[in-house]
C-alpha cells in the first residue's frame, strides 16, 4: 500500500516491486528524489514538514524501515538498506546538506537524534560490506554493528562515521574526522581516528 499526500517539484520516481511495503509522507516538500524498493513489507514515513531535495532512497529485502521525523530538511543525502529487519531513523529538525547513510546486514540500525546539523560528504555505515574470516576458525568477524548519533551533533563535512559507535549529544565532529570509537556528549573530537579534544562545551546554529 502506498500512501501519498506531498507537494512534488521537479523529477520524482518511484519504484516498488513486492507485497505489503508502505510509504507514507504528509505534507512533505518532494524536489527530485527517487526512491526504489525491492521486497516485501517494507516501511517508509516521512513526517509533515519535512523537505527533501535530490535525495535517493534504496530499499532491498524485508521488514526494513526509515523513518524521517517532522521538519527535517536534507539534501543531496542517500539511505541504502538491504537484507532483513534494518532500520534508519532522523530525529526532528534534523538538517543534512549531504551524506550517505547505510544500514547493511540483518537487525542493523542507524539513529540519529533530535537538532542534529550534519554538512556535505558525509558517511555514516553500519557495516565493512564484505566479510573477514578468523583464519583459524574460518568464522567472520566483522559482523555489522549498530549506530546511535544522539541530540543536537554537528557533525563536519567529509566525516565517516563506522559501525558500532554512538556519538553523545551536544558534540561537535570536527571536518574530515573518521570516528571509530563512541564520543561522549558536550565535546568537540577530530582527526582519523577522531579523539576528543574539548569537553564542556555545546553549540548553536546561528552565530552570535
Known amino acids: 500500500m502506498?500512501?501519498?499526500?506531498f507537494y512534488a517539484l521537479g523529477s520524482n520516481n518511484k519504484k516498488v516491486k513486492?507485497?505489503?511495503?508502505?510509504?507514507?509522507y504528509k505534507k512533505v516538500l518532494f524536489k527530485n528524489i527517487k526512491?526504489?524498493?525491492?521486497?516485501?513489507?517494507n516501511k517508509i514515513i516521512i513526517d509533515k514538514g519535512t523537505?527533501?531535495?535530490?535525495?535517493k532512497i534504496k530499499i532491498m529485502g524485508n521488514n526494513h524501515q526509515l523513518i524521517i521525523c517532522d521538519n527535517c530538511i536534507l539534501k543531496n543525502t542517500e539511505f541504502w538498506i538491504e537484507d532483513s529487519d534494518c532500520k534508519i531513523q532522523v530525529g526532528s529538525h534534523t538538517t543534512i546538506e549531504g551524506a550517505q547513510i547505510a544500514s547493511v546486514e540483518k537487525n542493523s540500525s542507524i539513529i540519529v537524534g533530535e537538532d542534529c546539523m550534519l554538512s556535505q560528504g558525509i558517511n555514516?555505515?553500519?557495516?565493512?560490506?564484505?566479510?573477514?574470516?578468523?583464519a583459524n576458525t574460518q568464522k567472520r568477524i566483522n559482523r555489522a554493528k549498530n549506530i546511535v548519533i544522539g541530540n543536537h551533533v554537528w557533525i563536519g563535512a567529509y566525516c565517516k562515521i563506522l559501525k558500532g559507535v554512538t556519538i553523545n549529544d551536544n558534540t561537535v565532529i570536527g571536518i574530515g574526522s573518521t570516528?571509530?570509537?563512541?564520543?561522549?556528549?558536550?565535546?568537540?573530537?577530530?582527526?582519523?581516528?577522531?579523539?576528543?579534544?574539548?569537553?564542556?562545551?555545546?553549540?548553536?546554529?546561528?552565530?552570535?
Open 2 to 5: 502506498v500512501y501519498s499526500i
Open 18 to 24: 513486492g507485497i505489503n511495503n508502505i510509504i507514507e
Open 35 to 41: 526512491i526504489t524498493i525491492t521486497g516485501n513489507s
Open 51 to 55: 523537505r527533501l531535495t535530490n535525495c
Open 124 to 134: 555514516i555505515t553500519t557495516t565493512d560490506s564484505h566479510s573477514i574470516i578468523d
Open 179 to 208: 570516528v571509530t570509537k563512541s564520543i561522549t556528549n558536550n565535546c568537540v573530537a577530530v582527526g582519523v581516528p577522531a579523539k576528543v579534544t574539548k569537553h564542556n562545551i555545546n553549540w548553536l546554529r546561528n552565530r552570535i
